[in-house]
Structures are given as structure tokens and as C-alpha cells.
């Protein structure tokens, strides 16, 4: 009988070993562990502030660490068969009468905003440290909460759980923002936020559930080897672009974006910035280009027509800004505007452009916000009436800061740079005036971009309390030292990123759906 118990022990035990550490099951193993940790955060008592702390900074190295084995253990080969495409599959059923399976995966294009995921929570966490004072254990699990739901969102592989998440992620941002902003009109902008996503998102479902009338099944793996009419696909491209183009956002529909950085905090702004902005242009990349490929032609020159006047208009809004948080806000805008573009260009350069923009912005806008919030820590405010001279003052954070400018104008050397070339390559021969303006949009980046930085840098000292100011302590060199590390890192070394691009772009827009030779010459 104890012989019995024994081997019935060890087979049970031995399965779930091979299970968590069956290299397949990692992506699901990486979730699992996350969610764990966040009902283990909420035995902690509240009043241990350390303890609080430490768990979830842990927690969030700990996940970051798992991703990059997503990167170390990725396969970088082709591959003709669509249906495999993805690595690291796990398929889980939810509803048996309609079989719908909660499907995990990634490629190319998904890998690297998991791990920018991943890697940008811990530093949510560092930055506010101190800065978060009240609720600390809820904050902490409303930013850990968003890093399940976002990992969720860039590797679901069907269409109704893609859009669950989606929604979901809404639900701890509106807190996140309405609980510890910043300002009184904290509320206005969460519900601003919060409607204009809501609304657009309703559009996609009714896109979504059309499809699965139709094929009975939103499972991207089959769905990308469908060919719809050219009349459902233009119906469906609108429904969906809609949804994708305020996340991103696009001109009109960009008022939610600066009202909610600048009410929300530091992380909540890094997080905006960072990831939630990337799932508009990732859903756009995706489900829009990648399902209906002839609409997505034929509705290119309103894409082209709205990311130049969202460039344009958002850069010149940007100068005339006096929040610090609302001229990074406004930048942002523009700079998603770019990847818009390179998305539409439908060639190989402009979509591995794009992509390499979106990872890069993900850091150097993340950088901005968080020097933008060493500041408010220090001085209570972010109008830049008020700051001047800090040259004097904070010697190592103008340093930083200039770094990050410059890889704000896409420096030749940052990653930023790289992104934006690619993109004016896929473009060039695509169409010239739309080339032309996006370069003229460059020169407003820079333009805004060095107006700011020599404001808050090196105009005359507003106050002798500036002169106090301390210089970057060693939690805060230490966060900006990775941002720079990184950005610079991947501008001058941007094969480490694009050789994982290639074969994912070749599969999804030439075997499939335009000759390659065509796509090159576009």
C-alpha cells in the first residue's frame, strides 16, 4: 500500500515538474507564477510597507528573468507552415459548444513587447518607492495585475480573449489614475480615457463576432489563411481600425491621451507611454494588416492622410506646451503617428521599422516621463515656468536627460534612429510627399525636442530653492543608466532586435498575400 502511495506521489510530482519545466509551457508557466504572486501580495498585510515592496519588486526581476528565456530559447527559422508559426503554444478549451480555446503564443513580432513588458514593471516600482505614500499594497498589485493582463493581450492567438484582455486592462489603469493622479481633474481625465477606448472597442466586437458567425472560429492561426471579399474586408478593417487608432492615437481621437498623463502618476504615465499605446499600433500590425491586407491598401493614403496632420498638429501643439508632462504627452502622439506610417507602407523596411520605433519609444518616452517625475518629486511641480538652470544644480540628471533627448530626435547612434530611417526607407519609393512630411515632422521633433531641454536646463535659475536640488540618488542613476544603456545599446547594434523580424515579415506579407518581389518595389 505505501509502495502504492509512493509511485502515485512520484508520477503526479514528476508530471508537474515536466509541465513548469518543459521549456513549450513557458509563456503559460511565466503567467501561472505572475498571478500566484499577486494572491501571495494579498496575504501581506498592508502595514508591512518593506515586505510589500520587496515581494513585488522580486516578483517583477523574477518574471523579466523568465522572459528573456522566451528570447534565449526562441527559434529563428522559417517556417511555410502557417499554423506553426507561434512558439510556445498552450491551448487550454474555455467553451466546448463553440470551441473556443484560450490560446498562448508568440513570433517575432510579439516576443519583444513581452519582455518590454516585463521590463519596464520593475521600474514602475522603483519610481515610486517613495513616491507612492497611501494604498501602497494596492498599487502594487494594480501595476502587477496590468502585467498579467499585457503579456495576455501581446500573445493571446484568438480573437474573443485578444479583445477580453484588451478591455480588462482598462479596469486598473482607470484606478490606477483615479486613485493616485495627481491632480483634481484626475476623474474627468480617467473617464475621458475610459470612454474613448470603451467606445471604440465595442466597434471591434461587433467586428469579431461577425467573423465567428462566418467561419466559426477566431483563432488568428486559421484566420490568416482566409482570404475575405474585398467588401467584408473593408466593413471589417473599419471596425477594427477604429478600436486601434484612438489606443494609438490617431488625430481626432488623441484628446484622452495628454489629459491622462498628466493626472495620472509616474508609473501610470510610464505604463501609458511604455504599453498601452503599443497595443493600438500591435493590434493594428496584428489583426488589421494581417486579416484584411487588400482594405488596409486601399485605405492607406487616409491612414497616411491622418498620421501626417496627427505629426504635424501634435508637434506644433508641443511647443506651445507649459506642462512638462503634456510636451512628452504630445510627442508621443507624434511619434506613434510615425509608426502609423511605416505600418502602411505595406514593405518589408516600413513594418520592421515601425516595430523597432515602438520598442524604442517604449523606452525613451518611459525615460522622459521618469525624469519628468524625479523632478516633481523634488519641486512639487511640472510647470516649466517654474525650473531653469538645473545645470548647476543636478549636473548627472541634465546629462541623462540630454541623452535622452537626443535619442528623442532619433540621434544617429540611438535606437530611435533606426526606427525612424527604416521607416522613411519603406516610404521613399512608396509616395514622396508623404516622405517629405514626415521628415518635415523630424525637424518639429527636434525643434520642440532642444526648446525644452534648454528651458528646463540651462535658462536662468526661477528660484534659489532650484540650487538646492540633489543630484540623481543612487535608485534613481541606476534607473536611468539601464533606459540609456538600452537605447543606445540597440541603435548601434539594431540586428540583436531586426534579424528576429525578418522571417515573422516575410511569413505573414509575402507567402501569404503579396508577391515579394511587388512588396519590395512598393
Same mark, same amino acid.
Given at each position: 500500500?505505501?509502495?502504492? #502511495?509512493?509511485?502515485?506521489?512520484?508520477?503526479?510530482?514528476?508530471? #508537474?515538474?515536466?509541465?513548469?519545466?518543459? $521549456?513549450?509551457?513557458?509563456?503559460?508557466?511565466?503567467?501561472?507564477?505572475?498571478?500566484?504572486?499577486?494572491?501571495?501580495? %494579498?496575504?501581506?498585510?498592508?502595514?508591512?510597507?518593506?515586505?510589500?515592496?520587496?515581494?513585488?519588486?522580486?516578483?517583477?526581476?523574477?518574471?523579466?528573468?523568465?522572459?528573456?528565456? #522566451?528570447? =534565449?530559447?526562441?527559434?529563428?527559422?522559417?517556417?511555410?507552415?502557417?499554423?506553426?508559426?507561434?512558439?510556445?503554444?498552450?491551448?487550454?478549451?474555455?467553451?466546448? @459548444?463553440?470551441?473556443?480555446?484560450?490560446?498562448?503564443?508568440?513570433?517575432?513580432?510579439?516576443?519583444?513587447?513581452? =519582455?518590454?513588458?516585463?521590463?519596464? $514593471?520593475?521600474?514602475?516600482?522603483?519610481?515610486?518607492?517613495?513616491?507612492?505614500?497611501?494604498?501602497?499594497?494596492?498599487?502594487?498589485?494594480?501595476?502587477?495585475?496590468?502585467?498579467?493582463? %499585457?503579456?495576455?493581450?501581446?500573445?493571446?492567438? @484568438?480573437?474573443?480573449?485578444?479583445?477580453?484582455?484588451?478591455?480588462?486592462?482598462?479596469?486598473?489603469?482607470?484606478?490606477?489614475?483615479?486613485?493616485?493622479?495627481?491632480?483634481?481633474?484626475?476623474?474627468?481625465?480617467?473617464?475621458?480615457?475610459?470612454?474613448?477606448?470603451?467606445?471604440?472597442?465595442?466597434?471591434?466586437?461587433?467586428?469579431?463576432?461577425?467573423?465567428?458567425?462566418?467561419?466559426?472560429?477566431?483563432?488568428?492561426?486559421?484566420?490568416?489563411?482566409?482570404?475575405?471579399?474585398?467588401?467584408?474586408?473593408?466593413?471589417?478593417?473599419?471596425?477594427?481600425?477604429?478600436?486601434?487608432?484612438?489606443?494609438?492615437?490617431?488625430?481626432?481621437?488623441? $484628446?484622452?491621451?495628454?489629459?491622462?498623463?498628466?493626472?495620472?502618476?509616474?508609473?501610470?504615465?510610464?505604463?501609458?507611454?511604455?504599453?498601452?499605446?503599443?497595443?493600438?499600433?500591435?493590434?493594428?500590425?496584428?489583426?488589421?494588416?494581417?486579416?484584411?491586407?487588400?482594405?488596409?491598401?486601399?485605405?492607406?493614403?487616409?491612414?497616411?492622410?491622418?498620421?501626417?496632420?496627427?505629426? =504635424?498638429?501634435?508637434?506644433?501643439?508641443?511647443?506651445?506646451?507649459?506642462?512638462?508632462?503634456?510636451?512628452?504627452?504630445?510627442?508621443?502622439?507624434?511619434?506613434?503617428?510615425?509608426?502609423?506610417?511605416?505600418?502602411?507602407?505595406?514593405?518589408?523596411?516600413?513594418?520592421?521599422?515601425?516595430?523597432?520605433?515602438?520598442?524604442?519609444?517604449?523606452?525613451?518616452?518611459?525615460?522622459?516621463?521618469?525624469?519628468?517625475?524625479? %523632478?516633481?518629486?523634488?519641486?512639487?511641480?511640472?510647470?516649466?515656468?517654474?525650473?531653469?538652470?538645473?545645470?548647476?544644480?543636478?549636473?548627472?540628471?541634465?546629462?541623462?536627460?540630454? #541623452?535622452?533627448?537626443?535619442?528623442?530626435?532619433?540621434?544617429?547612434?540611438?535606437?530611435?534612429?533606426?526606427?525612424?530611417?527604416?521607416?522613411?526607407?519603406?516610404?521613399?519609393?512608396?509616395?514622396?510627399?508623404?516622405?517629405?512630411?514626415?521628415?518635415?515632422?523630424?525637424?518639429?521633433?527636434?525643434?520642440?525636442?532642444?526648446?525644452?531641454?534648454?528651458?528646463?536646463?540651462?535658462?536662468?535659475?526661477?528660484?534659489?530653492?532650484?540650487? @538646492?536640488?540633489?543630484?540623481?540618488?543612487?535608485?534613481?542613476?541606476?534607473? $536611468?543608466?539601464?533606459?540609456?544603456?538600452?537605447?543606445?545599446?540597440?541603435?548601434?547594434?539594431?540586428?540583436?532586435? %531586426?534579424?528576429?523580424?525578418?522571417?515573422?515579415?516575410?511569413?505573414?506579407?509575402?507567402?501569404?498575400?503579396?508577391?515579394?518581389?511587388?512588396?519590395? @518595389?512598393?
Amino acid at each position: 500500500m505505501m509502495w502504492e #502511495l509512493y509511485i502515485f506521489f512520484y508520477k503526479n510530482l514528476k508530471t #508537474l515538474w515536466d509541465f513548469f519545466f518543459f $521549456i513549450d509551457n513557458l509563456l503559460f508557466v511565466i503567467l501561472l507564477i505572475l498571478i500566484l504572486g499577486i494572491f501571495l501580495l %494579498l496575504l501581506i498585510p498592508a502595514s508591512n510597507l518593506i515586505l510589500l515592496k520587496s515581494f513585488a519588486l522580486s516578483l517583477s526581476l523574477f518574471i523579466f528573468c523568465l522572459s528573456l528565456f #522566451l528570447w =534565449i530559447f526562441f527559434i529563428n527559422t522559417n517556417n511555410d507552415n502557417f499554423y506553426f508559426l507561434f512558439q510556445f503554444v498552450s491551448e487550454f478549451l474555455w467553451s466546448d @459548444n463553440f470551441s473556443i480555446y484560450y490560446s498562448l503564443g508568440i513570433d517575432g513580432f510579439s516576443l519583444f513587447f513581452i =519582455i518590454l513588458t516585463t521590463f519596464l $514593471i520593475p521600474f514602475c516600482i522603483l519610481i515610486s518607492w517613495y513616491s507612492i505614500y497611501y494604498r501602497v499594497k494596492e498599487f502594487l498589485i494594480c501595476l502587477l495585475f496590468i502585467e498579467f493582463l %499585457l503579456i495576455n493581450v501581446f500573445c493571446s492567438l @484568438n480573437l474573443i480573449f485578444f479583445y477580453i484582455f484588451f478591455e480588462i486592462v482598462l479596469i486598473p489603469m482607470f484606478f490606477l489614475i483615479g486613485i493616485w493622479g495627481s491632480r483634481q481633474r484626475k476623474i474627468h481625465a480617467v473617464y475621458l480615457f475610459f470612454f474613448y477606448t470603451l467606445f471604440g472597442s465595442l466597434l471591434m466586437l461587433l467586428g469579431i463576432l461577425f467573423i465567428f458567425s462566418q467561419v466559426n472560429t477566431t483563432d488568428i492561426r486559421f484566420l490568416i489563411t482566409l482570404d475575405f471579399d474585398f467588401t467584408r474586408q473593408k466593413i471589417l478593417w473599419l471596425s477594427f481600425f477604429l478600436a486601434f487608432a484612438i489606443k494609438v492615437p490617431m488625430v481626432p481621437f488623441h $484628446i484622452w491621451l495628454p489629459e491622462a498623463h498628466v493626472e495620472a502618476p509616474t508609473a501610470g504615465s510610464v505604463i501609458l507611454a511604455g504599453l498601452l499605446l503599443k497595443m493600438g499600433t500591435y493590434g493594428l500590425l496584428r489583426f488589421v494588416i494581417t486579416l484584411f491586407p487588400d482594405a488596409s491598401f486601399f485605405f492607406s493614403p487616409l491612414v497616411f492622410t491622418l498620421s501626417i496632420l496627427a505629426i =504635424i498638429y501634435t508637434s506644433c501643439t508641443t511647443i506651445r506646451q507649459i506642462d512638462l508632462k503634456k510636451i512628452i504627452a504630445y510627442s508621443s502622439v507624434a511619434h506613434m503617428n510615425f509608426v502609423t506610417i511605416g505600418l502602411f507602407s505595406l514593405n518589408i523596411q516600413g513594418l520592421a521599422g515601425s516595430i523597432f520605433l515602438m520598442l524604442s519609444h517604449g523606452l525613451v518616452s518611459s525615460a522622459l516621463f521618469i525624469c519628468i517625475g524625479f %523632478l516633481y518629486d523634488r519641486y512639487k511641480t511640472r510647470l516649466i515656468s517654474y525650473y531653469g538652470g538645473l545645470v548647476h544644480s543636478m549636473p548627472f540628471f541634465v546629462f541623462a536627460f540630454f #541623452l535622452l533627448i537626443l535619442a528623442n530626435v532619433s540621434f544617429p547612434g540611438s535606437s530611435s534612429f533606426v526606427g525612424e530611417l527604416l521607416i522613411i526607407l519603406g516610404i521613399l519609393d512608396h509616395n514622396f510627399i508623404v516622405m517629405f512630411l514626415t521628415t518635415f515632422g523630424i525637424i518639429l521633433g527636434a525643434i520642440y525636442s532642444f526648446w525644452l531641454f534648454n528651458r528646463l536646463c540651462f535658462k536662468s535659475v526661477q528660484s534659489k530653492f532650484l540650487l @538646492n536640488f540633489n543630484d540623481l540618488s543612487h535608485r534613481e542613476f541606476f534607473v $536611468i543608466f539601464f533606459f540609456n544603456l538600452l537605447i543606445w545599446f540597440f541603435g548601434i547594434y539594431p540586428n540583436s532586435i %531586426l534579424k528576429y523580424l525578418e522571417l515573422p515579415l516575410y511569413n505573414f506579407f509575402s507567402l501569404r498575400f503579396f508577391d515579394y518581389n511587388l512588396i519590395l @518595389n512598393l
